[in-house]
Each structure stands twice: as structure tokens, then as C-alpha cells.
């Protein structure tokens, strides 16, 4: 091997790309000012070839994976991550950050999941991940519809992207896996459901609030079936407000597109409260598991409250598969509403009406006069009206 010094090495060895400097192997290379001739040419029997050779080859297949991955036809979602303005971090979610940004001067969320790529996961465990992801992200970017989080663009790499750093004089990027994927959907600055639930859990929801999230719920719902896409994990901390109190369905993380053989779609996914009791005990499962997830949703929308407040995990996963458990319907509750949280929670999946049908129960719900949100008899008691409902 010709070694010779910097900007000549470098060309020699990596091609016109490449940083690769000898200069760049530091210590690799033994004290180059004193090793080198006038000619500028260094003395083999001072170089620890191995090594270079080690570090050459680490760094050719660097270059080389980064060109792959450069020359891959870009996908339509895909987005120029020079462009994108992250700012500070909303929150930690199980897989990665959120952080708040601007892309194309639209206020953005970006998600990076880092799926622990640097250690943790096997190799083929982030191949799957990421083949997932790629799915996922190619679904999401055909949806448009008003209560569906709208998807803006998504990465396979954070190469090109700055995240501020917290301690601004490290290099911000050192803390981001240059695989990691990047989701970046608008912002919606209302915070989840589930947040303005717990925020109004004493007053609770005028009645034409309760039907008006209902309906935008159920709406966004309807949709994606009509794509033929099972959210799976259908919770009110999975739905987020905009700043007009408009709902709109966010997290995809495990949505998928439905299977043609619904004995293809088994397995615990979801959060335990919501989950359909054909989810809980493992046998294979269609939308209709939203369905049943959504009458959970609809009503903690009404009683502004927990459904099992005083049951653990396993208690609850037992009692609705076995025991046909369901959250206690209060007394006040309109009977047209009720009806429609029971049929959505029937334990028998072919019973629960599809998630368009739900949405024209809601649209017949008279809002104008309160929709006999005075239960009939006060003086018994109903625990959701323990004051005077409404803000
Ligand atoms: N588009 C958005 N606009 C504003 N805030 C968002 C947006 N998306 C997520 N967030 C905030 O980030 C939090 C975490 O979101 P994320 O989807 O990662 O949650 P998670 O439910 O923990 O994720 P996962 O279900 O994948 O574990 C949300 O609870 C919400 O507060």
C-alpha cells in the first residue's frame, strides 16, 4: 500500500466523498510530523498498517452504507430533514422523543424512535422494526381526513438532522442513533384527551362537548377503516386536540393495515383497559376491536373518569373475558347514549355495530336541550353528577 500524506492519502484511499484523512487515524499513524521525509512521504516500518487497514475497511463500509442509502429511490413521504427546525422536546414517549419543530414554516411534532439500535435490539430485530415502520409510514401519508393527526413526512435516518443540544457546547447529533427513524406529523398544541378528561373530571363535559368529541372520534375512526386500517390501540391518551378542541386520532405505532385472513391478526396489542376481550384472550381479531375500545372511550368522554379505577391489570383482563365486566353506566347517562356504548362493547365482536353506524347514532343525538343530561332522580344519587354538570 502507497501511503502517502493528507489531502493526498485521502483521495487515494476513499474517494472523492470520503473525510478519510491518515492524518484523521491520529494515533494510528506514529508521530507523523517526524516520520515523514522532505518529500512528504512517511517510512512504512514507523505505520501500524493492520490498523489503518482495520480503520480503512470500518470506514469504506461506513461510506458505502450512507451512499446505499443516498442512491435508494427516495420514497414519496420522505423528507428533507435540512429543512426541519426542531426546538425543545414535548415529551418521552416509549420509544423515543417528541420534540416540537418547523418544517416548510408549518408547526410540526417530531417523533424519533430510537429503537435501540445501539446496543439493545439484534440486528434483525431493527431490520423488522424499521420494515414496519416503512409500512406504516407509507400508510399513513395517503390519509387525509379532519380527526386524523395529519402526517407530514418521515425519514429513515437523522442523519441531516440538528436537535438541540441541552448542553450546547457538546455536538447535539453524538446523542442520536444516525439510524434512528423520524416521524413528523402537525402539531397540536390542545394535549391529549385524556388530559382535558382528568382537567374537567369534576365539572365534567357539557353535553354537547361529550357529543361533539364523540363524533369527531368516531368520524376519524370510520375513516380509517374505510381504508381498511385497524388503529389497534384506540385510548383517549392516543387522541390529541388542536387548539379549537377539534379531535384528531394520533399514534400509529401499532396500526395496521387489515389482513385479508383475519387469523393473521392475533396477539395482545393495545392498553389493557380498552382491549377487546378477543384481544385479551389471544384469539384472532378485526376492527371491530377499535369498535370495542372506542365504547370505552365514549364513556370516559361522559363520565370524565377512570373505568376501573380499583382493579388491577390482571383483575381487569379476567373479568372482562370471563366475567363480561364493563364500566358502571351512571344513572344519568341518556339512554341513547348508553345504548351505543353497549353495543360498541359487546362481547360478541359481530355484534358491535361498524364504526359508520356509530356515527349516525351520535349525529341523531338531539344536543339542543341538553339531552336529558338532568338524571331523573337527583336525590338517589348518580355518581357522575356529583355537582352540577358542565363548565
Ligand atoms: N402531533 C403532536 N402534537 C403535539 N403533541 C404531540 C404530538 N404527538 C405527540 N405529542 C405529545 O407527545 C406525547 C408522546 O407521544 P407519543 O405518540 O410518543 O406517545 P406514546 O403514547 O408514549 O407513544 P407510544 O404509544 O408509541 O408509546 C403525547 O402524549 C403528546 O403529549
Known amino acids: 500500500m502507497d501511503l502517502k500524506t493528507g489531502e493526498e492519502a485521502g483521495s487515494v484511499v476513499t474517494g472523492e466523498k470520503s473525510d478519510f484523512r491518515v492524518g484523521g487515524l491520529g494515533s494510528k499513524v506514529k508521530d507523523v510530523g517526524s516520520i515523514s521525509n522532505k518529500d512528504g512521504f512517511f517510512r512504512a516500518d514507523m505505520i501500524d498498517i493492520k490498523n489503518i487497514d482495520i480503520q480503512l475497511e470500518k470506514h469504506l463500509s461506513r461510506v458505502w452504507s450512507r451512499d446505499r442509502e443516498a442512491q435508494r429511490a427516495k420514497e414519496e413521504w420522505e423528507i428533507d430533514l435540512s429543512k426541519l427546525d426542531t426546538r425543545n422536546v414535548i415529551a418521552h414517549g416509549t420509544y423515543g422523543t417528541v420534540y416540537r419543530g418547523v418544517y ?65 457546547s457538546s455536538d447535539s447529533q453524538n446523542s442520536l442513533p444516525s439510524r434512528a427513524c423520524c416521524v413528523v406529523v402537525e402539531y397540536l398544541p390542545g394535549g391529549t384527551l385524556k388530559q382535558f378528561l382528568i382537567r374537567n373530571r369534576r365539572k365534567k363535559l357539557v353535553f354537547k362537548i361529550v357529543i361533539q368529541l364523540a363524533l369527531d372520534l368516531s368520524r376519524g375512526l370510520s375513516y380509517l377503516h374505510s381504508k381498511k386500517i385497524v388503529h389497534r390501540d384506540v385510548k383517549t391518551e392516543n387522541m390529541l386536540l388542536d387548539a379549537h378542541r377539534n379531535l384528531k386520532i394520533a399514534d400509529f405505532g401499532v396500526a395496521r393495515v387489515e389482513a385479508q385472513n383475519p387469523r393473521d391478526m392475533t396477539g395482545e396489542t393495545g392498553t389493557l383497559g380498552y382491549m377487546a376481550p378477543e384481544v385479551l384472550d389471544g384469539k384472532p381479531y378485526n376492527r371491530r376491536c377499535d369498535v370495542y375500545s372506542f365504547g370505552i372511550c365514549l364513556w370516559e368522554i361522559y363520565c370524565c373518569d377512570m373505568p376501573y379505577p380499583d382493579l388491577s391489570f390482571a383483575e381487569v383482563s379476567s373479568a372482562v373475558v370471563r366475567q363480561n365486566l364493563r364500566p358502571e353506566m351512571p344513572r344519568c347517562c341518556p339512554s341513547s347514549l348508553a345504548s351505543i356504548m353497549r353495543k360498541c362493547w359487546d362481547a360478541n365482536a359481530e355484534k358491535r355495530p361498524d364504526m359508520d353506524e356509530v356515527v349516525r347514532l351520535l349525529e341523531a343525538i338531539d344536543t339542543s336541550k341538553g339531552g336529558g343530561m338532568i338524571p331523573e332522580d337527583q336525590a338517589n344519587g348518580c355518581f357522575c353528577f356529583s355537582t352540577a354538570r358542565g363548565p
Open 104 to 168: 416548510d414554516e408549518q408547526d410540526v411534532a417530531v417523533k424519533i424512535l430510537d429503537w435501540g439500535e445501539d446496543g439493545m435490539a439484534t440486528a434483525a430485530e431493527t431490520a423488522a422494526l424499521r420494515a414496519s415502520f416503512r409500512q406504516e409510514v407509507a400508510v399513513w401519508h395517503k390519509l387525509d381526513h379532519p380527526n386524523v393527526t395529519k402526517f407530514v413526512g418521515a425519514s429513515m435516518g437523522t442523519s441531516n438532522l440538528n436537535i438541540p443540544s441541552r448542553n450546547p
